[in-house]
């Protein structure tokens, strides 16, 4: 390993830039995330971004083109799906075969018996909501009775909601692990996702203590490729939850904006090498799915504020990437991901030009710059399941834009 090599990968939740050819299956035809919060609060203030070639990639209100920006552009999806599962698997090399299982009916019976079976409780809700109004609306039954609130969306998730007063965050991970472990094959969702919540009726807020426990890879995703050529792999956030915990050394807390981009400096400051990816999640689970643009744009802005401070400690060693997963168009008909393209800015020496490409040449040129390679990804073979058969880095999919 080159220790003096890091790449940082820092994924703004939600932050998409433009409907996909296929966004109108998905019920999302002429979304732009970014392009209409801008429109929405009358301009977005970014000037690190701005300086960086965000104006460059879409018009962004308030966000001019820069002269000289660094390697930009958009990066589309490899696989189906819109939601966080289905883009950081992108971005590292992964795509779901078939679409993972979603249940707009709410879970059948065998599944909230099973529930039900482990908490001793009735389960309550069990039906498509907004996070808020699941609890909300079915906070107060669960304070009188017990039991936990059972709810999904249109993505592939199955999510917990439980007030720490009725089960404490630690029990509510080990329920969620516990029926993840338990689902079966065909409804095995995405994400089983812990949802704490605190406060009294009318006052219900949610906690500190998410947690994602998702669904294992279906195949070698760069984190692994990176791992194999000896070079250690960070995450910060729910990006590690997100691959599974396969291919992670290191998982840092970062549940919330302020706790993940405070870990992303010490990282930044202190770290001598590796592979570093973060998920900064507000932008998605505490403004984007509740249609608030002001608070999505103050999110950036803040982003925007540390990423002026994050460029300061960059040497040349040194790649840093800012891209997204997906949408959540704060205009659309409907509070759920959309299907988008992700932005890309990508800082490292002689950065230029524009790259429009897919989500995995994110880990193709992560994996390239910390081997020391060019636009070539590396074919080192290694065997990433006991007695299976070798496997090459250029198996996996993306095309690293180091030689933009």
């Not at 958009?74 to 883009?87: F, N, Q, Y």
């Not at 809700?125 to 039991?147: F, H, K, M, S, V």
């Not at 990176?226 to 599974?244: E, F, N, R, W, Y």
């Not at 949408?327 to 008909?333: C, F, H, L, S």
Request: glycine letters at 14%.
């Amino acid at each position: 390993m080159n220790g003096a090599r890091r790449a940082f990968i820092v994924v703004i939740d939600a932050c998409g830039v433009g409907a996909l050819p296929d966004a109108e299956a998905y019920g999302d035809a002429g979304t732009n995330t970014l392009g209409h919060l801008a429109t929405a609060v009358g301009g977005l203030s970014l000037p690190t971004l701005q300086r960086l070639g965000l104006g460059n990639i879409l018009p962004v209100a308030g966000v001019t083109p820069t002269a000289a920006p660094v390697l930009h552009g958009r990066l589309a999806a490899i696989g189906p799906g819109k939601d966080s599962t289905a883009g950081h698997w992108g971005l590292m090399g992964v795509a779901a075969p078939t679409p993972l299982p979603t249940f707009p009916d709410g879970f059948p019976p065998a599944v909230v018996a099973m529930i039900e079976a482990f908490t001793g409780a009735p389960v309550l809700c069990n039906r498509p909501a907004n996070g808020i109004e699941a609890i909300d609306t079915y906070g107060e039954a669960q304070l009188r009775g017990g039991g936990v609130i059972l709810y999904t969306s249109k993505d592939s998730v199955l999510q917990i909601a439980a007030h720490t007063d009725i089960l404490p965050i630690p029990e509510l991970h080990r329920l969620c692990a516990a029926i993840r472990d338990a689902l079966p094959p065909e409804c095995a969702v995405g994400r089983v996702i812990a949802r704490p919540f605190s406060g009294s009726p009318g006052a219900f807020v949610r906690a500190d203590g998410r947690r994602d426990f998702s669904i294992a890879p279906p195949g070698r995703s760069y984190l692994e490729a990176v791992q194999a050529a000896g070079i250690p792999v960070h995450t910060v956030g729910k990006a590690g939850q997100l691959m599974g915990g396969v291919g992670v050394d290191v998982a840092h807390a970062g549940s919330d904006n302020p706790t993940a981009l405070a870990v992303t400096g010490q990282l930044l400051e202190g770290l001598a090498g590796g592979l570093v990816f973060v998920n900064l999640v507000d932008t998605d689970q505490r403004y984007g799915h509740r249609h608030d643009a002001p608070g999505f744009a103050a999110a950036l802005a803040e982003i925007d504020d540390h990423l002026r401070r994050w460029l300061d400690r960059l040497g040349p060693g040194d790649l840093l990437i800012l891209t997204a997963d997906h949408g959540v168009d704060v205009t659309a008909a409907h509070t759920d991901h959309t299907r988008e393209y992700a932005p890309l800015l990508a800082v490292f020496p002689g950065s230029r030009g524009r790259h429009d490409g897919i989500l995995a040449d994110v880990g193709a040129s992560a994996l390239a710059w910390l081997t020391g390679g060019g636009s070539a990804v590396p074919p080192v073979p290694v065997d990433p399941h006991p007695g299976g058969p070798a496997v090459r880095f250029e198996e996996l999919p993306g095309r690293s834009f180091l030689d933009a």
